[in-house]
């Protein structure tokens, strides 16, 4: 029972901390604004350290933080294998040609009333179908490899990026359209230095979601079928043979991974489109 005492007084610490430094004058400062979600997660560990040592719990139920530690640095080389077949191959591949595709087809549908109109609500139709009924079939298609699970991204990322991208070519009004033609501009030329800055932000709040859409398909996609290497095979297995440590490096994999991919993109956003009012401040 120390222990679970322990943990308490480490939470009300770590809560009475972070308040002081929220509510304090320099709240805003580079500094506070890191360290304030740092203690947050350091205090989440540490209180999850102490509650299953304190309980007792189960290996098989929750193991604790640092025996999750400990089996992810013996882990590696295999970690590794799995983070190339899954995040690099599968989720990356799809989440390019997914994404490029919704691009490409975007300027089509700007451009054709028909697709809009046609193309939007078949578009939302197959983003509402499930993954796992879609998954199996695009395994048996593609086979058992990487291919299919980029497949899977392909879908999953298509339409979200479509519809924004669709959405924020339509942004600018009609007094700014009008304006370009005073300027005898083309359909290219009012495009590329009106209508596509406009839809910046429209087009990263896409590829921001299809970030965690393309990590979660191209696991979920391996569950129904992989060679011996990726992390929704290693997962599955690891379940299977309940060891839960493993799983939980696994599950630690895809959490940086997908970070340091949405990281990645906001800071892509931030230098492209360093003039819009969400960028500012």
């Known amino acids: 029972m120390m222990l679970v005492l322990l943990a308490v ?18 709240s805003q400062t580079r500094l506070v604004q890191l360290l304030v979600p740092g203690i947050f997660g350091l205090t989440i560990l540490l209180v999850w350290e102490l509650l299953v040592r304190g309980l007792d719990v189960s290996l098989v139920i929750l193991p604790a933080p640092s025996v999750i530690a400990a089996r992810f640095a013996e882990s590696l080389p295999i970690l590794w294998a799995d983070f190339m077949q899954t995040i690099v191959k599968g989720a990356l591949s799809g989440y390019v040609i997914g994404c490029g595709a919704a691009l490409l087809t975007a300027v089509a549908v700007d451009r054709s009333d028909f697709l809009r109109r046609g193309l939007l609500p078949v578009g939302n139709f197959v ?6 009924g ?11 490899d990487w291919q299919s699970k980029a497949a899977v991204v392909v879908v999953m990322v298509f339409f979200p990026v479509l519809v924004n991208t669709v959405a924020g070519l339509r942004e600018t009004d009609q007094m700014q359209r009008d304006l370009m033609q005073t300027y005898a501009a083309s359909y290219w030329q009012s495009f590329f230095k009106l209508r596509l800055p406009a839809a910046l932000p429209f087009i990263f709040n896409g590829l921001k979601i299809a970030t965690t859409l393309a990590l979660v398909g191209a696991i979920v996609a391996e569950f129904f079928g992989s060679p011996t290497v990726g992390m929704g095979f290693r997962i599955s ?13 696994e599950i ?9 991919f949405y990281g990645g993109m906001v800071l892509i956003e931030k230098t492209l489109t360093f003039w819009h009012p969400s960028q500012r401040g």
């Open 9 to 26: 007084i480490v939470w009300c610490a770590g809560w009475w901390v972070n308040s002081r430094l929220a509510n304090s004058p320099q």
């Open 127 to 132: 983003a509402a179908l499930p993954i796992v």
């Open 134 to 144: 879609t998954a199996p079939i695009l395994v048996m298609w593609f086979g058992f």
């Open 237 to 249: 297995t690891s379940v299977g043979q309940l060891a839960l440590d493993m799983v939980w490096a």
């Open 252 to 260: 630690l994999v895809a959490a940086l991974a997908g970070s340091a």
